[in-house]
């Protein structure tokens, strides 16, 4: 028998510590929060996707009555990316929600498992880690890779 342990790597980093390249997405992910449809959960979520082609795709939760047919913020830009931009591939995430109350979390919100499954396919078309910044008020985590947040990661390539 053998036990072995995976380890995710987190970098915690307050706003003035990101590059301006950096706080240009998790902006672009914090005003998404505003455009998220979210009338059963009062939760925001907002995403922004960093394309090659210097493109920042973002995205929010955009609910519906029955439930199960809205969807998360992350899986809305990034097919929207795949939608609109098939050639360009993936070089950042970032992610952010806000509450009910309409603030920030104090914790940085995390994608979801079906999320995390759809991101990590187009980590996997660009062939090369694609870092992912979860930002919460007056924190962000960030991750160095996708695939970080889902190992044994299912994929048929
Ligand atoms: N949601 C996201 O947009 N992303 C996630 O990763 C988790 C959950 C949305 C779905 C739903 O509109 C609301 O948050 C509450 O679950």
């Known amino acids: 028998m053998k036990k072995f342990d995976i380890n995710v790597g987190v970098t915690e980093l307050s706003y003035d510590e990101l590059t301006p390249e950096e706080l240009e997405l998790v902006n672009a992910a914090r005003e998404a929060t505003h455009r998220a449809y979210a009338p059963y959960s009062h939760f925001y979520v907002g995403a922004a996707i960093r394309l090659d082609n210097g493109v ?5 939760n955009q609910e519906n009555a029955a ?3 809205g969807t998360c ?3 809305s830009a990034c097919y929207y990316a795949g939608a609109r931009y098939p050639e ?8 952010t929600a ?4 309409g603030n920030e979390l104090d914790e940085p919100a995390s994608p ?3 999320c995390r499954q759809a991101l990590v396919e187009y980590e996997h078309l660009a062939g090369h880690d ?6 919460a008020r007056n ?3 960030k991750l160095d890779s996708v695939s970080a947040l889902l190992p044994f990661t299912f994929t048929e390539f």
Request: a positive charge.
């Open 56 to 60: 920042i795709v973002p995205g929010s």
């Open 67 to 69: 439930f199960p047919s």
């Open 73 to 75: 913020a992350e899986r």
């Open 88 to 95: 360009a591939r993936f070089k950042a995430i970032a992610v």
């Open 98 to 101: 806000r509450g009910a109350d």
């Open 112 to 114: 979801c498992g079906a």
């Open 130 to 135: 694609v870092p992912v910044y979860m930002a």
């Open 139 to 141: 924190k962000i985590y």
